[in-house]
T-cell receptor, first 112, second 112 residues
């Protein structure tokens, strides 16, 4: 698939907001997703957004989509130490049979 | 807990051997996808099965093959193992093609 790019590392203080960014290149992306992976575990689906939406909020999570710039972000409010993990951005397209195309992940470290 | 279970959790093989990994889908899900996650990378799509037929494949050689059974559980088979096949293999199930994919905890395969 085409490239999904993420910054590799983010460090925040407990209680602050975290913003994880992602850019993608496939303009036909249908859905965009955020997954969380804790050490030694599989992927947990956090949230997703349909490509015709600009924003989605789910408790502490806010997803923003700028389709013109092909930019996706995940904001975590009131970040906790339990939020420390790797966060993956992924896209899917009808053309690819909805197979997920992942970025390399952003490692989030939350310090007390 | 996604309801997707994979076995075994860890496996060690040597070059040239063959391996079979197993996945049990979440109840009600008829689609299974397999992904390979090398260390420090995002997951890469291997293939997808829908109602026992392969209906999508990523950039993996034919020695990666699969099966889906009438109860929608699935197997990933890899022949002629190579050192680069060392990775976490993730299975994801969804209600249908294009549905939200829920992941198991993966099988960690090490090739010596």
């Amino acid at each position: 698939g085409e490239d999904v790019e993420q910054s590799l590392f983010l460090s925040v203080r407990e209680g602050d907001s975290s913003v994880i960014n992602c850019t993608y290149t496939d303009s036909s992306s249908t859905y965009l997703y955020w997954y969380k992976q804790e050490p030694g575990a599989g992927l947990q689906l956090l949230t997703y957004i349909f490509s015709n939406m600009d924003m989605k909020q789910d408790q502490r999570l806010t997803v923003l989509l700028n389709k013109k710039d092909k930019h996706l972000s995940l904001r975590i409010a009131d970040t906790q130490t339990g939020d420390s993990a790797i966060y993956f951005c992924a896209e899917s397209t009808l053309e690819a049979g909805y197979a997920l195309n992942f970025g390399k992940g952003t490692s989030l470290l939350v310090t007390p | 807990e996604t309801g997707v279970t994979q076995s075994p959790t860890h496996l060690i093989k040597t070059r040239g051997q063959q391996v079979t990994l197993r996945c049990s889908s979440q109840s009600g899900h008829n689609t299974v996808s397999w992904y390979q996650q090398a260390l420090g990378q995002g997951p890469q799509f291997i293939f997808q099965y829908y109602r026992e037929e392969e209906n999508g494949r990523g950039n993996f050689p034919p020695r990666f093959s699969g099966l889906q059974f009438p109860n929608y559980s699935s197997e990933l088979n890899v022949n002629a193992l190579e050192l680069d096949d060392s990775a976490l293999y993730l299975c994801a199930s969804s209600f249908q093609e294009g549905g939200l994919q829920h992941f198991g905890d993966g099988t960690r395969l090490s090739i010596l």
